[in-house]
């Protein structure tokens, strides 16, 4: 009996056997936790996946900006979790209000708590309402930002059918870094479509807090085509950064002078959001410093950051970003629940943009890890060719299309 | 007693047994491969059936995709961006990426 009891001792011991499968908590539904959740699930090894997401459905930010000039019905933005239940995650519709990297334990808004072995955080943006001197919570709700899609961007696109002709539209952009770096341009574009189209004697004012943008060659090429004369681009050395606003006016005042606008959306600043300061793993900045390999936090071991709240190096703060961080993330936790080295990865980002409903542009890169940063492979990637034919356009844009057809079914499908 | 302890032990023991040989390199044959860098971003744009003009690469043999990312590199294959991502991966990756897709369901 006694040599049998050392047996089982001895056999007991690997943490394969008799233990339940390792439990990684995903906090946050948005294109770069839904894709994790799914990811782990999918690789292969026996782990349990809760995710944690109040919502019940998911409002996609990419393509709400056709939403705005009309060219897309919101309806078409949301997506829900069923297939994520369908593969055996838990989600669990609550709140993370506060988690313990040391104890491996979060705490959700219902009283409830959560024991994880690794925990992946992907809470997104959180937007800096009470930076800009008159903004704040009621600002938002008459000059909306429509930086998290949903009901802001319902509410900028009714605004912008029952603006008269001959309005100024003024969209604020802010510095960076922040979600979608292409998203206010490409915002204009299609406010400039609209108003091309319906209201063409209204102008568009961008007011910007930085002297240059993403594919900016591309886009100041396209409204020279498309909507000459009608959009204004203010950089910051001309005085573009919004100093202040006055909701009640609609009066966006610069260093340089003030703006009365018949619409405005003012895109505030951005930080990682709330609950990645409350866990420890935001910086200074705001944002969360991770491992370039496995995404673990810097601040806080245990908890990974995937996603826009995370400091990816050369990476944009985009979809595709978030999701292939969420891959790569996934396949590097299982690693390290299993015991094993993740290896360094690539990541791949493509976004694209539309001047029009037929004109697409797009930027790509090719990332990996390189002094601890996720560097640009050098001679991979960059932008759409300038003097590009309509043909070219056409297809880049129907190849938009169906990227975020594909993205949402694989991550949300 | 003793017997149902013994049977406890037994069925720890094929545990065990089924365990080492899930992990040994004979089985890992047959388990999913572990991803190559830069494999499980090509799905973010390719359905595994493809979607509209983006086509799919479930079902491609491995040569077939190794030498489209070559043609992609070199330019010898008109592209919008698959030009310049595959710039960013030595023929060695995109080789391992292939064999990884080709070996997928």
């Not at chain 1, 040599?3 to 001792?9: I, K, P, S, V």
């Not at chain 1, 994520?84 to 993370?96: E, L, P, W, Y």
């Not at chain 1, 943009?353 to 960059?382: C, K, N, Q, T």
Request: net charge neutral; glycine share 10%; hydrophobic share 45%.
């Amino acid at each position: 009996m006694a040599g049998l009891a050392t047996g089982a001792a001895a056999l007991a011991a690997p943490r394969v056997l008799a233990q339940a499968p390792p439990h990684v908590a995903v906090v946050g539904g948005g294109f770069a936790g839904a894709s994790a959740a799914r990811a782990l699930k999918r690789q292969g090894a026996d782990i349990r996946v809760t995710l944690v997401e109040p919502k019940a459905r998911y409002t996609a930010c990419p393509f709400s900006n056709a939403v705005l000039a009309g060219l897309r019905d919101l309806d078409a933005q949301y997506f829900g979790y069923d297939g994520m239940k369908r593969d055996g995650i838990d989600v669990v519709a609550a709140s993370a209000t506060a988690i313990d990297a040391e104890a491996r334990r979060l705490r959700l808004d219902d009283g409830s708590g959560l024991a994880f072995d690794r925990l992946i955080l992907a809470p997104g943006i959180d937007l800096m309402l009470d930076a800009i001197p008159g903004y704040g919570a009621s600002g938002a709700e008459v000059m909306p930002h429509a930086w998290q899609a949903g009901e802001q961007t319902a509410l900028l696109r009714r605004q912008l059918e029952a603006m008269d002709d001959g309005g100024l539209v003024v969209i604020a952009a802010p510095a960076n870094p922040f979600r979608c770096p292409p998203g206010p341009y490409e915002r204009a574009s299609l406010v400039a479509h609209y108003l091309k189209a319906h209201k063409p004697r209204s102008k568009l004012l961008i007011l910007d807090a930085k002297d240059s943008f993403s594919k900016q060659r591309l886009f100041e090429e396209a409204w020279e085509q498309l909507y000459p004369g009608l959009i204004e681009w203010v950089s910051l050395s001309f005085g573009g950064r919004v100093t202040e606003v006055d909701a009640a006016t609609k009066t966006l005042t610069t260093e340089f002078g003030s703006h009365q606008a018949a619409v405005a959306n003012v895109i505030p600043p951005q930080r990682a959001g709330a609950i990645a300061a409350a866990a420890g793993v935001a910086d200074r900045t705001g944002w969360c410093p991770i491992d370039s390999v496995t995404f673990e936090s810097r601040l806080r071991p245990g908890i990974h950051v995937i996603g826009d709240a995370a400091i990816a190096g050369a990476m944009p703060k985009s979809a595709f970003s978030a999701n292939a961080q969420a891959k790569a993330c996934a396949a590097a936790v299982a690693t390290l629940l299993a015991g094993g080295q993740p290896a360094a990865p690539k990541l791949i980002n493509t976004c694209y943009s539309l001047a029009a409903p037929d004109y697409g542009i797009s930027i790509a890169g090719v990332y990996e890890p390189r002094e601890g940063l996720l560097a640009e492979v050098a001679g991979a990637g960059g932008v759409s060719p300038l003097d590009a034919s309509a043909d070219v356009r056409a297809s880049e844009a129907a190849y938009a299309e169906a990227w975020f057809d594909t993205i949402t079914g694989e991550v949300f499908g | 007693m003793a017997t149902t302890r013994h049977r406890r032990l037994m069925r720890g023991g094929l545990a065990l047994l089924a365990a080492l040989w899930a992990a040994s390199p004979h089985a890992a044959q047959r388990a999913p491969l572990p991803a190559p860098a830069g494999a499980t971003a090509c799905s973010g744009c390719h359905a595994p059936a493809g979607n509209g003009p983006v086509p799919g690469l479930a079902g491609r043999p491995a040569a077939e995709i190794a030498d489209a990312m070559a043609a992609f590199r070199n330019g010898e294959r008109p592209a919008t961006v698959m030009d310049r991502i595959a710039k960013g991966f030595s023929d060695e990756e995109a080789r391992a990426i292939a064999e990884w897709i080709a070996a997928g369901p």
